[in-house]
């Protein structure tokens, strides 16, 4: 049983992720009347936050950064292992707050309903074998060393959806400026992703290289692209979310 403190849109998605691969999960909220909307419309089981025993048990803390100090007072004992999904918030601030045997830092994506997040992980390596089969059921995973890199594939990984939503945009929007249906449009861009989907594991240059051929309309597009800035931009999206407030 793994309990997730917190009812947003990524405690959705890895719940319903988990519930694909047969995990069996609980929710644990504040609000009664959200945590009867949890269990009526997620249909899984929920706890009352005030007073809840994390002991000896897997916590999964989805909650919202800021309110880390205020659900930390209500948790009591100590958890077998606290996997926090908390952007920015660091394993010595999660030790302040919250008891537990061992920490870990996980970043999933909104995919992992559909099983198919890309989730980053880092922590305490004496539970590194069970943090990458739990979050292998939700996705892809990777264990890094560091925090710091962890902060940096937090915006590869997480953030990552919202930068590819908008290319995805900006090529559906191409399409009906050249005359499709705005439906025909997201129908090509859904299945281009899925496409390179299936490839990416190549270098990107490969897939590149592939399909890129002399005096082609795909080399005027990339030749528009770098004059545009695009790769640059994408960078600076990559590096600007590492700057600190």
């Not at 009812?7 to 691969?21: L, P, T």
């Not at 269990?39 to 909650?63: C, K, M, Q, Y």
């Not at 659900?71 to 009591?76: D, G």
């Not at 290289?209 to 795909?218: E, I, L, N, Y």
């Amino acid at each position: 049983m793994v309990y997730v403190i917190g009812y947003g849109a990524m405690a959705k998605a890895i719940v319903d992720g988990f519930k694909r691969q047969e995990i069996e999960v609980t929710i644990v909220g504040r609000s009664k009347k959200r945590l009867q909307e949890v269990r009526n419309e997620w249909g899984v089981p929920t706890l009352d936050l005030h007073g809840f025993s994390i002991h000896d048990r897997d916590i999964i803390l989805a909650i919202k950064p800021h309110a880390l100090p205020e659900v930390a007072q209500w948790l009591q004992g100590e958890a077998r292992v606290l996997y926090s999904i908390l952007a920015g918030v660091s394993l010595h601030t999660l030790k302040e707050h919250i008891t537990a045997a061992n920490y870990v830092r996980a970043m999933p994506n909104v995919a992992a309903a559909q099983g198919a997040s890309m989730t980053a992980l880092t922590g305490d390596e004496e539970v590194k074998t069970a943090a990458l089969e739990l979050f292998g059921a939700i996705g892809d995973t990777i264990w890094l060393e560091s925090e710091e890199k962890l902060e940096i594939a937090t915006l590869i990984a997480g953030s990552g959806p919202a930068f590819l939503a908008l290319v995805a945009e900006g090529l559906a929007d191409g399409g009906v400026a050249g005359g499709l249906k705005r439906g025909e449009a997201y129908r090509l861009v859904a299945g281009l992703f899925r496409s390179y989907a299936s490839i990416a594991d190549q270098l990107p240059a490969t897939i590149k290289d592939q399909v890129m051929s002399p005096k082609g309309v795909t080399a005027k597009g990339i030749r528009t692209l770098e004059n545009t800035g695009v790769r640059g931009a994408f960078m600076e999206a990559v590096l600007e979310g590492l700057k600190k407030e």
